[in-house]
Each structure stands twice: as structure tokens, then as C-alpha cells.
């Protein structure tokens, strides 16, 4: 245990020991990362510092670690006012033995590692809270921030082990209880199609661009020379495309119309815009986000690359149709392709396992309705009305199945409402959950 402080805050790290399979308690162990944050001024009242209630804040994802914070920051500011907050590091991410293709190389072979990253979805998140959680509160429930797939595992917790929650809190993350990934694309890209046309409403010029740029790279495609990024791997114009997935942020479209301001030297693509093109489609910082983010969905069936395969129902997205046309070139969004595993570095190594995880059927339930529909723990969602990521068809009818839940519906924000809102959200959230609104 180490403490130090930030302005306005103290905070403590711990590490804890979880089983890998929690159905196997005594095979190998895993570390769990936390720093507990807690306003500075109630630190020094012992009697305030102690009597505040905890809350668990889940990140969203999957394959992200939780925040870094730098004292009274954002949500976290509103947060404090009540709670002791606690920042997990998911497994496999931050500083919570990282799954990477460093950390997975110690595998004999890609079955082992498919094998290995079956347990990182949200069922073993939530059994790792729960072993975590005695020993954080001395055994008492604690309140839950589900933010985005953080909220997939709020679900996933009131479903098999409500009895830990207090309060529930969710934002922009109420999943199809039995939706399946090809459920989820067929909406999310007829969203991220509606968003492509918003940006290019605000920005006509991009078209043009983006055209351009689509066409300078099929180009070289074509004449066997591919446009290589400064960190390595092929820029194609699929995985051009995927830049799209900015648009589904508050000031993601027009941090679009920056990066296609200006993207050529001369006649060719230039550095500035190349590199600032890698740092959107490195999955660097995430890779586990690529390997298990169909996986996220799915419950008793194989995804089979589900984004790849229903792109093919959209015929807009085909690049074609910008490149040999006068059509707009459509960017996607939230889908990871098989292709990705070839094209960045960090992936290539991962590509037999993502394919195995693919193709794998025997993945449990994350979702109980039955006990879902008799949820006795207060809980409010945020849905976010034109949400790129987790749509709202699903969320509304995850809303109205979830006993008690008082859902927030909302065109105010996009998918980083929670971020962004300088504790607005989160302070809705709570009165909504606490029936004050």
C-alpha cells in the first residue's frame, strides 16, 4: 500500500491477488490494481473520512485502464463530495498484469493465449470487484460507476451479485440483455452513417479530402507501395476509414476537420499527418481492447468477426464507392476488423488467438433478466439519444427491463457525457437514482 498526495486529493494504490478463473480459486493468480481517491479535506476530518461510503468506478472499454487523476478532476470532483472513490484497473489493463503481446509471448501457442484471454470479459470483472470488495469496505455493498462498457459489467453485477451494490450509476452503458454483436453493429452503423453525414453537413470540404486522401492511398496500394506509418504497419484506406471512430466524441468531428485540413505535403501524404493518424489507430495503449472487444457482446455463440461481416449489409462504407465515384467516402466507427491484426505491430503477433476467440462458441451468460427484472438496488442511466457506440434501441429496452432503474435520456451529450460534464452527469445520475429528479 502507498499513499501521496495531488491537490485536493490523497490517494492510496493497492494491488490484490485474484484467481485467473474464478470456477478455479486455486489456479494461477492474477493482480488486480486500485488507487482509492478521497477529497484531502475530508482526509483530515477522521470522523468525516471515515464514514464516507465507497464508490467503485468501472471504466469503460473493454481493455482500458481506469483514470490517471490529477487532483479535483472532471466527474471525479463531483464524486468526492459523498464517496471515497475507487479507480480498478480491469484486468489485463493499466497496472493490472497487463495482456499484451510482450506479456503473451510467454505462451506456448496461440490456443494457450485464446484460452488465457477468454477470462477478461465482464463476468470476471465483476467476480474480481466482489473478491476485492471485503477487503476495501470491510464487507459493506459500495455505490457503482459504470461508464460505457464499465456500464456492460454494472449490468453484469446486478445480475449475479447485487448484494455488493448499493447504488448503481450508469452512463452510456446499457447493453442488449440478449442482443448479439451482429444486433449491435446493424445499429451502430446506421449511426455512425447518420454522424458521417452530420460531419460533412458542418465540414463540405472534408469531402474532397477525405476523398483524396482515400484515393492517394489506394493508389499506392495498387502500384504495390503502400503508405507506411512512422511506427510501422500499412495505412490502407480501410483502416483510414476507421478514424471514424472520433465521431462518436463531443469534439470528435471537429477534431476530424483538423487532422483533413491539411493532410498533404506537396503531393504526398505528409509526416505531420501520418503520425497524427497512428496515434488514432495504434492500439498501443489498448490491445486487449482489439482482441476481446466482439467478445464484450457475445453470450453462447461465436462472433466470426461480426463487424466484418455486417459492413457487407452497407454498402456506403464500401471505400469503392468514394474512390471510383463522386460518393463521400464513410468512415467507421467502434469495430475492430481482422485486418487490424495484420496492419499494427502490436496486434500481428495476437492474430492466431483474436482468430480462435472469434470463432469460439462456448462463451456463459453475462445477463440474468429474471434477476434483473427483480433488482431491488437504486439505479439511474444515462442514455445518450444519438450514441455512436451503445445504442439506444438497446439501452431503452435494458432500461425498462431492469426493476427500478430510472433511465435519463438525453441529446445533451454524446458517448463521453460523463467526461466532459464536469460532474453534471454523475450529479443527475445520483438524484435520478436517489429519486430527487
Same mark, same amino acid.
Given at each position: 500500500?502507498?499513499?501521496y498526495?495531488q491537490?485536493g486529493?490523497?490517494?492510496?494504490?493497492?494491488i490484490?491477488?485474484v484467481?485467473?478463473?474464478h %470456477?478455479?480459486?486455486?489456479? /494461477? @493468480?492474477?493482480?488486480?490494481?486500485?488507487?482509492e481517491v478521497?477529497?484531502a479535506?475530508?482526509?483530515r476530518?477522521a %470522523?468525516?473520512g471515515?464514514?464516507? !461510503?465507497?464508490?467503485v468506478f468501472l &471504466?469503460?472499454g473493454?481493455?482500458?485502464?481506469?483514470?490517471?487523476?490529477?487532483?479535483?478532476?472532471?466527474?471525479?470532483d463531483?464524486a468526492l463530495?459523498?464517496?471515497?472513490?475507487l479507480l480498478l484497473? &480491469?484486468r489485463g489493463?493499466?497496472?493490472?498484469t497487463?495482456a499484451t503481446r510482450?506479456t503473451?509471448?510467454r505462451?506456448p501457442?496461440?490456443?494457450? @493465449?485464446?484460452n488465457?484471454?477468454?477470462h477478461?470479459?465482464a463476468?470476471?470483472i465483476v467476480? %474480481?470487484?466482489?473478491?476485492?470488495r !471485503?477487503?476495501v469496505?470491510g464487507?459493506?455493498?459500495?455505490?457503482?460507476l459504470g461508464?460505457?462498457?464499465g456500464?456492460?459489467?454494472?449490468?453484469s453485477y446486478?445480475?449475479?451479485a447485487r448484494?455488493?451494490?448499493s447504488?448503481?450509476?450508469?452512463?452510456?452503458?446499457l447493453?442488449g440483455?440478449s442482443?448479439?454483436?451482429?444486433?449491435v453493429?446493424?445499429?451502430?452503423? &446506421?449511426?455512425?452513417?447518420?454522424k458521417?453525414r452530420?460531419?460533412?453537413?458542418r465540414?463540405? @470540404?472534408?469531402?474532397?479530402?477525405?476523398?483524396?486522401?482515400a484515393? /492517394?492511398?489506394?493508389?499506392h496500394?495498387?502500384a504495390g507501395?503502400?503508405?507506411e506509418?512512422?511506427?510501422?504497419?500499412e495505412?490502407t484506406v480501410?483502416?483510414?476509414?476507421?478514424i471514424?471512430?472520433?465521431l462518436?466524441?463531443?469534439t470528435?468531428?471537429h477534431t476530424l476537420h483538423?487532422?483533413?485540413?491539411?493532410?498533404?505535403?506537396?503531393?504526398?501524404?505528409?509526416?505531420?499527418?501520418? *503520425?497524427?493518424? @497512428?496515434?488514432l489507430?495504434?492500439y498501443?495503449s489498448?490491445?486487449?481492447?482489439?482482441?476481446?472487444h466482439?467478445?464484450c457482446?457475445?453470450?453462447?455463440?461465436p462472433?466470426?468477426?461480426s463487424?466484418q461481416r455486417?459492413?457487407?449489409?452497407?454498402?456506403e462504407f464500401?471505400s469503392?464507392?468514394?474512390?471510383?465515384g463522386?460518393a463521400p467516402l464513410?468512415?467507421?466507427g467502434?469495430?475492430v476488423?481482422?485486418?487490424a491484426?495484420? *496492419?499494427d505491430?502490436?496486434?500481428?503477433?495476437l492474430a492466431e488467438?483474436?482468430?480462435?476467440l472469434?470463432?469460439?462458441?462456448?462463451w456463459?451468460?453475462?445477463?440474468? !433478466?429474471? &434477476?434483473l427484472?427483480?433488482? /431491488?438496488?437504486?439505479a439511474?442511466a444515462?442514455?445518450y439519444?444519438?450514441?455512436?457506440?451503445v445504442?439506444?434501441?438497446l439501452?431503452l429496452?435494458?432500461a425498462?427491463?431492469?426493476r427500478?432503474?430510472?433511465?435519463?435520456?438525453t441529446n /445533451?451529450?454524446? *458517448?463521453?457525457?460523463l467526461?466532459?460534464? %464536469?460532474g453534471a452527469?454523475?450529479?443527475r445520475l445520483?438524484?435520478?437514482a436517489?429519486?430527487r429528479s
Amino acid at each position: 500500500m502507498r499513499s501521496y498526495r495531488q491537490p485536493g486529493t490523497i490517494l492510496t494504490e493497492r494491488i490484490f491477488a485474484v484467481p485467473l478463473d474464478h %470456477d478455479r480459486p486455486d489456479g /494461477e @493468480q492474477i493482480e488486480i490494481f486500485t488507487r482509492e481517491v478521497i477529497a484531502a479535506d475530508a482526509a483530515r476530518s477522521a %470522523d468525516r473520512g471515515s464514514d464516507l !461510503p465507497w464508490l467503485v468506478f468501472l &471504466q469503460g472499454g473493454p481493455g482500458f485502464g481506469a483514470p490517471r487523476p490529477i487532483g479535483l478532476d472532471g466527474w471525479l470532483d463531483r464524486a468526492l463530495r459523498e464517496f471515497r472513490v475507487l479507480l480498478l484497473d &480491469q484486468r489485463g489493463t493499466g497496472r493490472s498484469t497487463p495482456a499484451t503481446r510482450q506479456t503473451l509471448a510467454r505462451f506456448p501457442d496461440a490456443a494457450a @493465449q485464446a484460452n488465457y484471454l477468454s477470462h477478461f470479459r465482464a463476468d470476471s470483472i465483476v467476480a %474480481d470487484a466482489e473478491l476485492i470488495r !471485503p477487503q476495501v469496505t470491510g464487507g459493506a455493498p459500495w455505490a457503482v460507476l459504470g461508464q460505457s462498457f464499465g456500464g456492460f459489467c454494472t449490468v453484469s453485477y446486478l445480475s449475479k451479485a447485487r448484494g455488493g451494490i448499493s447504488e448503481a450509476f450508469i452512463a452510456g452503458g446499457l447493453p442488449g440483455l440478449s442482443a448479439t454483436a451482429d444486433d449491435v453493429y446493424r445499429l451502430t452503423y &446506421q449511426q455512425v452513417a447518420a454522424k458521417c453525414r452530420e460531419h460533412y453537413e458542418r465540414y463540405p @470540404q472534408d469531402v474532397e479530402a477525405a476523398r483524396r486522401v482515400a484515393r /492517394e492511398l489506394a493508389a499506392h496500394a495498387q502500384a504495390g507501395r503502400p503508405v507506411e506509418l512512422p511506427g510501422g504497419g500499412e495505412l490502407t484506406v480501410e483502416r483510414f476509414q476507421s478514424i471514424g471512430q472520433l465521431l462518436g466524441s463531443s469534439t470528435g468531428s471537429h477534431t476530424l476537420h483538423y487532422l483533413l485540413e491539411d493532410p498533404f505535403a506537396g503531393r504526398e501524404l505528409s509526416d505531420d499527418f501520418l *503520425h497524427r493518424v @497512428q496515434a488514432l489507430l495504434s492500439y498501443a495503449s489498448a490491445p486487449l481492447y482489439a482482441t476481446v472487444h466482439e467478445a464484450c457482446y457475445t453470450q453462447g455463440a461465436p462472433t466470426r468477426w461480426s463487424a466484418q461481416r455486417v459492413r457487407a449489409e452497407f454498402a456506403e462504407f464500401d471505400s469503392s464507392v468514394a474512390i471510383d465515384g463522386d460518393a463521400p467516402l464513410m468512415f467507421t466507427g467502434e469495430m475492430v476488423y481482422p485486418w487490424a491484426f495484420s *496492419h499494427d505491430p502490436v496486434l500481428k503477433p495476437l492474430a492466431e488467438a483474436a482468430e480462435l476467440l472469434a470463432q469460439r462458441a462456448d462463451w456463459p451468460a453475462l445477463y440474468d !433478466p429474471g &434477476q434483473l427484472s427483480r433488482n /431491488e438496488v437504486p439505479a439511474a442511466a444515462a442514455i445518450y439519444f444519438s450514441d455512436m457506440y451503445v445504442p439506444r434501441e438497446l439501452s431503452l429496452a435494458t432500461a425498462a427491463a431492469i426493476r427500478g432503474l430510472r433511465p435519463w435520456v438525453t441529446n /445533451e451529450y454524446e *458517448h463521453d457525457g460523463l467526461r466532459v460534464s %464536469d460532474g453534471a452527469v454523475l450529479d443527475r445520475l445520483i438524484a435520478l437514482a436517489r429519486g430527487r429528479s
